[in-house]
């Protein structure tokens, strides 16, 4: 049948598809159809859509499927699992935090100013971020393995691997500078990595350009690109910034922060080799002059400056496709960077006789300078966000509008916990039986005296969170106890199991704990900031650990000093164990996945606008495909759309709407359910998916239905005042389905919580009623019922949760 025809058969006969998009857990195309026989309409191994092979073609026959839509599955789980070797992502966790910081910014209205220096502030931290952990590699390879270990007798001689850097080789690598640039091989390596990864995931993930539909958006107006208002008043429609054509391709902001990055990384090594050979020749006479190393560091503060030009500088156009690169910025920056690090190299290479390496490099400057710089940053950052929250205030906006700069504290908390725990790890190894820092038996000075008081502190934060952590574990029992007789009440149970009673109040009490998260992460960065304060002005003062610190101030003291001193330093080297094992065990394990899988999707669904070696953006690639497949089949069959989305998958269905142009929007029917669009994002992203943003939403779609439960700790409600329209929220639903057992249920029905709504008869009657406002209804077949229809079309549309 020729296109036309084709797309005139399917107005005539009503025509309907529903894609299906599921949700973290992820699954097969199989299971989300129920059928093992599947076909891939488009896409590759990486993402795409799949029909029923029996389906493949069914627009050529609409006839056949009068009695449910055709349904299409968009299985994108590739995107975000795969082998255990991806858990390494979480080593750069610091990195996808910070990034998050940048989407969670408070609606505004106006404060353009304010709301790029937000922005700003964020993208300084994670440049911050980078230098950090490059400063910690430096720190484990150039000054306690190059610069102490090699130059003691003592450390060295127990390590054979260690003998051709030893002095008591006395071979050519015995001068301190060439052991230095030996050492700088590896966290320059470590930076070459970076940047091959944030360069290869783009390539990977990212790089696809959105099909770009040519309907026309006649009826909708766009938003200035920082604020969260229209930039024209009375128009009927908002198109809000998850719908501006550009914002799902970063990638001229990426690479400008890839080459921003790559390079302070660089100069970091750069600086830790060159600046230590450069003091030698001010404080000493030797055959390298003096002037060379001010030359050096000259050059050093001028690059430093490019690279924090590049990244104040904007870089990102959302209005519209943005194919330009900075060619001059990302080509010649990095590799300038690399050029200095090389002559850094040769000059701390350069003979100097006479030349012992001793006490420590200037590792406590750089960590405390970072350390001080950063709690600034987020204190001036949380100003602004305040400034924003005040001028729009949101009620249901997360810790009134400090939510990104609580989220940007737990970076940098993140960022110092990994790089101390690393090198205190690496300083017990290399010291034996000795405790660095501590003086006697040590055979190297250990690492910064800062990285032990912030290590001591983690003892001191845990204990002060155990008091809200045990006031939330009594409220959950009582808030369960008091469900108790409401729920009987719900289900009209005359002799109630008081197990079964207990085991659904439980489970409901435990999903209300999600909306306590904020008041905790308030009180753990409150307390970070506070006692990292106290870390930095403790390591100032003393210029000692704290076990040293605190002598003479009597027995009590010193020894919860140094309890707290190797507990919190031996906290920090498990902590970054426990974090690698525990992502593998949730890319390996399903059930893992799908209880913590929501956070890290939560952090990988936002484009990399602020920190470029934070791990890909599945979005970039899952959102254009699905606006271009909904774009597509109803531009060819002009017939009707549900998309039906589960737990993520709403969130990429929602955004791929607001990519449609207005006459296709139209056309679509939006389906969610155990959605976070409102109670995870809503919340801590109210720019983008606060109450403005979902009330346009809804008014610019044909409609829109979400289910959710009392027992799902993830969706909820979207909370939309529909005012005279047609109501969205229909829960919360009961769960389980039926209280005991009984006769069309012998067997005892499961507490779902987050899966398997489709397992709910109220979800086929809800996608039915929404196919019949989409348009005319489609004619029964003779002799069936409306509860055989429902039942067809629950059976034919499969299932997406994941």
Known sequence: MPPAHQAEAAQRSGAALELLVHGVGG??????????????????????????????????????????????????????????????????????????????????????????????????????????????????????????????????????????????????????????????????????????????????????????????????????????????TGAPAIRPALGRPGFWYGRRLVARLRAAHTAAGFLTVAATVGSTAARHDRAAEGPVPGVTGVLFETVLVLCALVVLTVVCHRGRSERRLDHRLDRAVITFLPGAALILLLLAMVYAAWSRPGWVSSGTLSGEAVFRTLALGQGLLVIVLAVAALSLYRRAPEPRTTLHGLGGP???????????????????????????????????????????????????????????????????????????????????????????????????????????????????????????????????????????????????????????????????????????????????????????RRTIGILWDVGTFWPRAAHPFAPPCYAERAVPDLSSRMCAWTARTRGRLVISGHSQGSVLA???????????????????????????????????????????????????????RATDPIGGPVRIDEGQGQEVDRGPLKDPLVYGRTAEHPLPEPILGHSDYQADPVFAVERAALLERLGPVVPQQAGVSTEDRDSTAQGSAGRSSG
């Open 406 to 592: 609580a989220v940007a504290m737990l970076a940098c908390a993140l960022g110092g916990v990994m790089t101390g725990g690393i090198a205190q790890r690496v300083a017990d190894w290399l010291d034996g039986r000795g405790t660095p820092g501590m003086g006697a038996g040590a055979s190297v000075e250990g690492p910064p005296v800062l990285l032990s008081w912030q290590a001591s502190v983690i003892p001191v934060l845990l204990l002060l969170l155990l008091p809200p952590v045990i006031w939330l574990v009594v409220r959950t029992v009582r808030h369960a106890r008091r469900l108790g007789p409401a729920i009987e009440a719900e289900y009209e149970e005359k002799r109630p199991e008081p197990g079964r009673t207990l085991r659904i109040a439980r489970t409901r009490a435990t999903a209300a704990l999600t909306d306590s998260a904020p008041g905790i992460l308030g009180l753990l960065s409150a307390a970070t900031l506070l006692l990292g304060a106290g870390a930095v002005a403790g390591s100032w003062l003393t210029g000692e650990v704290p076990g040293l610190a605190t002598d003479g101030a009597g027995p009590f003291v010193e020894s919860v000093a140094e309890a707290a001193q190797s507990t919190g330093s031996w906290m920090t080297g498990f902590g970054v164990i426990l974090l690698v094992t525990w992502g593998r065990r949730a890319y390996r394990d399903v059930s893992a």
């Open 654 to 708: 929602a955004a791929a709407v607001w990519q449609l142009p207005d006459a296709a929007r139209h056309r679509v029917a939006l389906l969610t359910y155990g959605s976070p669009i409102e109670r995870l994002y809503g919340r801590w992203f109210p720019a983008y998916f606060g109450r403005e943003p979902l009330e346009g939403l809804h008014r610019s779609v044909h409609c829109w239905r979400n289910l959710w």
């Open 27 to 232: 699954t097969t195309p199989q299971e989300m159809l129920g059928d093992p026989r599947t076909t891939r309409i488009t896409g590759d191994a990486t993402a795409a859509v799949h029909r029923r092979t029996e389906d493949v073609g069914a627009e050529q026959h609409p006839e056949r499927h009068r009695d449910g839509p055709i349904a299409e599955a968009y299985c994108w789980s590739n995107l975000t699992s795969g082998n255990g070797s991806r858990a390494l992502w979480l080593l750069l966790l610091p990195f996808m935090v910070v990034n998050l910081a940048h989407w969670m910014r408070p609606s505004t209205q106006g404060r353009t100013r304010t709301v790029r220096l937000y922005g700003l502030l964020v993208r300084l931290i994670a440049l911050s971020l980078t230098v950090l952990l490059t400063a910690a590699v430096c720190e484990v390879a150039l000054d306690l393995v190059a610069w102490q270990c090699a130059g003691t007798p003592g450390c060295s001689g127990q390590r054979s691997w260690l003998g051709f850097l030893s002095t008591q080789q006395d071979g050519w690598f015995a001068q301190p500078g060439r052991r230095l640039a030996v050492a700088a091989v590896v966290p320059a390596a470590l930076v070459g990595l970076l940047w091959y990864l944030s360069n290869r995931t783009w390539s990977a993930y990212e790089s696809q350009r959105p099909l770009t539909c040519d309907e026309p958006d006649s009826t909708e107006t766009d938003q200035d690109p920082d604020t969260d208002v229209p930039a024209r």
